[in-house]
Each structure stands twice: as structure tokens, then as C-alpha cells.
Nanobody, 126 residues
Framework: QVQLVESGGGLVQAGGSLRLSCAAS????????MGWFRQAPGKEREFVAA???????YYTDSVKGRFTISRDNAQNTVYLQMNSLKPEDTAVYYC????????????????????WGQGTQVTVSS
């Protein structure tokens, strides 16, 4: 069982930065791949980034070069550093945990993530 709590959302102007954090409980945190998803009003939840236990990272194309996912297994925490934010990044951001990963891949499907946080709002003004 893993419980996840996100923090760090807020209101920022376009071009600004935010860092999201996701604190996890549970002794098996390092075994999970961790992902960030987001959901904008009226849209489906979409994959943003993921990181495996060995810190291999994966990103959706729209955030490559702007967002960085990282994890600290000793602190049971995963981060999402978001730079050069755009209004289209506005959404509720969720962290999630999955065991669906392997050599060279990690799941990008929300349906294959077992545990979810409550979400944190990110609003980017133009």
C-alpha cells in the first residue's frame, strides 16, 4: 500500500517555474515507478512524466526540455520541476505509482497506475 500527497501547486505567470512534490508513505516506495499526470477542465487525464526506480525518466513531448522529474528514494519523494510554464500547462497535477514497468519502458496509461494522490492545482496566467 502506498499513500501519496502532492504539494507545490499555485498560480504563476507564463514563463515562470514551479516545483511539485509528492510525498509517499510505505516501505516499498523505491520499487515503484512514479508518474505525474495532469487533467485540465473538460479534458482527459494525460501522462506528463515518469521515473523508474533507477531514475530512468520518460516525458510526454509537450513538456520535454521544460519539465524535469526526479526522485529521492531515501525521502520517499518524487518531484516535478516545471520551467518555462505556458497557459496550456494549467491543470490539476496528480502523482501516481505503478509496478507496470520494465526494461526500457514505463506505463503511460493512467489505468495501469495503482495509487494516486489527491492532486494539486497549477494555474499559469498569460
Amino acid at each position: 500500500q502506498v499513500q501519496l500527497v502532492e504539494s507545490g501547486g499555485g498560480l504563476v505567470q507564463a514563463g515562470g517555474s514551479l516545483r511539485l512534490s509528492c510525498a509517499a508513505s510505505g516501505r516499498t516506495f523505491s520499487s515503484y515507478a512514479m508518474g505525474w499526470f495532469r487533467q485540465a477542465p473538460g479534458k482527459e487525464r494525460e501522462f506528463v512524466a515518469a521515473i523508474k526506480w533507477n531514475s530512468n525518466t520518460y516525458y510526454t513531448d509537450s513538456v520535454k526540455g521544460r519539465f524535469t522529474i526526479s526522485r529521492d528514494n531515501a525521502q520517499n519523494t518524487v518531484y516535478l520541476q516545471m520551467n518555462s510554464l505556458k497557459p496550456e500547462d494549467t491543470a490539476v497535477y496528480y502523482c501516481a505509482a505503478t509496478m507496470n514497468y520494465g526494461l526500457g519502458f514505463v506505463s503511460e496509461s493512467q489505468y495501469e497506475y495503482n495509487y494516486w494522490g489527491q492532486g494539486t492545482q497549477v494555474t499559469v496566467s498569460s
